[in-house]
């Protein structure tokens, strides 16, 4: 197989461009779940979920171990991949409200304008762009996909959609015949460039025969390719092909037997997409990355073993997840890579990729990864990835929720306090370590308070009433969070 990059030309690699006429720029495909859990896939330990061609790219490939995402929900953390920066930065830490709930005021909002995106970037830098599944960054024309760097957009722009279209239309349409003006965003047509279509396939078959096309016809053209796949599954609904469900009929619990049928679907998609990649002679230098939005749900049948919490939480279940690398023409061995990585690395990675000029004026929160996958040193030894959740509550309850690695290091923050855990030796975070090293504690809750600085106040909440509320509050009071001082209502 070709190597077209040594570690020392991808730590040049910008000059390799220039000087090295084989070398061609690798393409570049995102495949993100929805909700996916640490253990929902085999080669991060699921053993009654199996996913055989996530598995052996995983194998082939950088497997990642202490991936996350910047947020342990969607809006958030997909803001956060696509920008390079923490949410909490551009005032984005809650989801969009789901259009249909008609909240004028938040439904004309969506990801800053002044932001570029990583599709915009790679666009500039000559890519062919696509987006197929799920937007969730703003349904307006201003912050259509088409407009944020996405020359092909197949998908829907809300928050989820319902999977099985004979029923979703049906829905729809009779919605549509009561005169409803708010249907529900699962609900509305699937669309593609800003045209609606009739969808035929069960919505994660549906997404990968459209990842697919576009990969075809982008094969045809000189540019290279980015490709952003984002898959729905297994976000709630929980619906499952019964013929996938029937794969796992060791399963009892019967959600967990519905998302095992999901994700299965999802890593049909993923041999479907591979295939394309070898049928179009574009596998050897196309770099898959492959990860969740956020972790599991665990109420709805998720496994994040053997990380504690759930989506949503900022303990490492919530937002560490499934997480790899894929480019058979950049990295010269499979490898284990346990140093914590964050999709807010996506941009500077891809950035250094595309031999591109990242905006003279974006702050990035990442690090370009390339020389660090390569050689399997820690990207960012001493530095921290942060997480932080708003937990918003009537009466003195609301609070916020914060996660802050560093090395092997955990910080964790909730309503009884401050923790501190070995991530490296107790990733479910069971031993609390605050009182054995309460400098190192100190060090790190210091650091994330001033991370918390760089917040800017929400552009958007989950409804009217929480905004009032985070006023009424005076929220964010960080003060109250950032101290070992146990000044928080207990
Ligand atoms: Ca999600």
């Known amino acids: 197989m070709r190597k077209l990059f040594s570690a020392l030309s991808l730590l040049a690699i910008g000059s390799l461009f220039a000087t090295n006429e084989e070398a061609t720029r690798p393409n570049i495909i995102i495949i993100m779940c929805d909700d996916l859990g640490y253990a929902d ?22 497997h990642c171990t202490s991936g996350y995402v910047p947020h342990p929900f969607c809006g958030p953390s997909r803001m956060g991949m696509m920008t390079g920066r923490y949410p909490h930065s551009f005032g984005t830490p809650f989801n969009l409200p789901a259009a249909s709930r008609g909240y004028k005021k938040y439904n004309k909002l969506g990801i800053p304008t002044n932001e570029v995106l990583l599709s915009k970037m790679l666009q500039n830098n000559g890519y062919y762009t696509g987006l197929v599944g799920k937007w969730h960054l703003g349904v307006t024309p201003d912050y259509h996909p088409n407009v944020r760097g996405f020359d092909d957009f197949y998908g829907f722009l809300g928050g989820g959609h319902s999977y099985f279209p004979k029923v979703y239309q049906a829905k729809y349409n009779a919605a549509k015949a009561r005169g409803t003006k708010k249907i529900f965003d699962y609900l509305l047509p699937l ?25 075809k016809e982008a094969s045809q053209k000189e540019d290279p390719f980015f490709l952003f796949l984002a898959y729905n599954a297994p976000h709630s609904p929980l619906e499952a092909k019964e013929e996938d469900k029937a794969q796992f009929l060791n399963i009892t619990d019967e959600n967990r037997r519905t998302i095992a049928g999901m994700i299965f679907a999802v890593d049909r998609g993923v041999g479907r997409i591979v295939d394309t990649l070898e049928k179009t002679k574009k596998a050897d230098n196309t770099l898959i990355v492959f990860l969740s939005d956020n972790g599991g749900k665990v109420e709805y049948g998720s496994n994040n073993h053997p990380l504690r ?22 990295f010269s061995q499979a490898r284990k890579y346990p140093h914590p990585v964050s999709s807010l690395d996506f941009y500077p990675t891809f950035a250094a990729l595309a031999g591109g000029e990242i905006p003279a004026d974006k702050k990035l929160a990442g690090k370009n990864l390339l020389p660090f996958l390569e050689s399997g040193k820690n990207a960012r030894p001493g530095e ?30 909730d309503l009884d306090g401050w923790k501190l855990y070995n991530v490296q030796i107790d990733p479910g975070e069971k031993n609390n370590l605050a009182e054995k090293h309460p400098k190192i504690l100190q060090q790190l809750v210091t650091e994330m308070s001033e ?18 509320r985070w006023h009424d509050q005076e929220l964010p009071f960080y003060d109250k969070t950032f101290t070992l001082e146990p000044t928080h209502p207990q």
């Open 384 to 413: 921290m990835i942060y997480t932080l959740r708003h937990r918003m509550s009537k009466g003195d309850r609301s609070h916020h929720q914060v996660g802050g690695r560093r090395d092997q290091w955990k910080s964790y923050y």
């Open 451 to 468: 991370w918390a600085q760089t917040h800017s106040t929400p552009q958007w909440f989950d409804d009217p009433a929480q905004e009032k």
């Open 309 to 330: 919490g759930s989506k949503g939480d900022t303990l490492e279940g919530g937002y560490r997840v499934p997480f790899f690398f894929h480019w058979p023409a950049g």
């Open 191 to 215: 669309e593609h460039n800003g045209e609606q279509v009739q969808e035929t396939e069960y919505l994660t078959d549906g997404l990968s025969r459209e990842a697919c096309r576009f990969i």
């Open 41 to 62: 896939v085999g080669f991060n330990g699921s053993s009654d979920i199996r996913t055989p061609h996530l598995d052996k790219l995983a194998e082939e490939g950088i």
